[in-house]
């Protein structure tokens, strides 16, 4: 069975979110991922919880086309987490359908990390959203040990933990750490490539992910095996930002070839072993 492929916001952008949704329909995507707050202070999003027109059109071009939005992003977890200035996060996620959100954890203390997504988890699943902690080796989640310690605390049915390629590969993670997760957190997955050879400090690790990421196939990232460790059929995100090679070729065909490397990583997934 082929997974549901989910052209992310940091493979189509700049594109607003109604031509991510057409590019999707034309290269055969199955559906998109927004980004509707920053990542970082200054970071790029689409301002579809301010913009109301953005937001309609939008929503008037997932019914055109049939493309839905799958995974929504992002909701950081910092010390200071309030979760009643979500709603109108949560809103636009409602409206336009939204199935997933990704979640990072950035409270360095545990149990209140723990209190504030079990909190996410309860405002989001009246919207029918999972929440996808999000482990990633620079913050206060590096690894899917500590991803699976949270979401099992908190005991919410629509907690969830997100398995990016780059950052399975660059944590302390190995594939019986994914293996081990129960099937009922995982929702989605990333799928991007990335050289082998791994940077040693914390600004060239976030400089990767949001600049560097490679086409499947093209890094050292053992992407086959790590797919291999997840459940058939989940879906995939492609999140492939490259600040270097997409501008080369443009937006349209390094989300045509991102699906073309992906589907060949999940058809070599699929061959039995030798």
């Not at 336009?96 to 545990?110: F, I």
């Amino acid at each position: 069975m082929e997974p549901i492929y989910s052209l992310a916001y940091l493979t189509s952008a700049p594109l607003a979110p109604p031509d991510t949704i057409s590019l999707a329909e034309k290269l055969g995507y199955q559906a998109v991922g927004l980004r509707v707050t920053p990542a970082a202070p200054g970071g790029d999003f689409s301002p579809l919880i301010e913009d109301r027109t953005l937001l309609r059109e939008t929503a008037a071009r997932i019914r055109a086309t049939g493309i839905p939005v799958f995974d929504m992003e992002i909701v950081r977890l910092g010390p200071d987490f309030r979760v009643e200035t979500l709603k109108p996060f949560l809103n636009v996620c409602g409206v336009l359908g939204a199935k997933a959100v990704l979640v990072a954890g950035d409270d360095p203390d545990e149990a209140r990390l723990t209190a504030s997504y079990a909190a996410f988890c309860a405002a989001a699943h009246p919207y029918g959203l999972t929440a996808d902690l999000e482990f990633m080796p620079w913050t206060k989640v590096p690894d899917a040990k500590t991803a699976l310690r949270i979401v099992t605390r908190t005991g919410q049915e629509n907690g969830g933990i997100l398995v990016d390629a780059l950052h399975a590969a660059r944590s302390a993670t190995s594939l019986d750490d994914l293996r081990v997760i129960p099937g009922n957190f995982l929702h989605y997955a990333q799928m991007c490539d990335a050289p082998a050879e791994i940077p040693s400090t914390i600004e060239g690790l976030i400089h990767t992910a949001r600049c560097e990421r490679l086409l499947p196939g093209d890094g050292g990232i053992d992407l086959v095996g790590m797919f291999s460790a997840l459940p058939a059929g989940l879906p995939i995100s492609l999140e492939i930002p490259n600040d270097l090679r997409k501008p080369v070729l443009g937006v349209e065909e390094w989300s045509r070839q991102a699906l073309v490397r992906a589907r060949e990583v999940m058809a070599r997934r699929s061959q039995p072993a030798a």
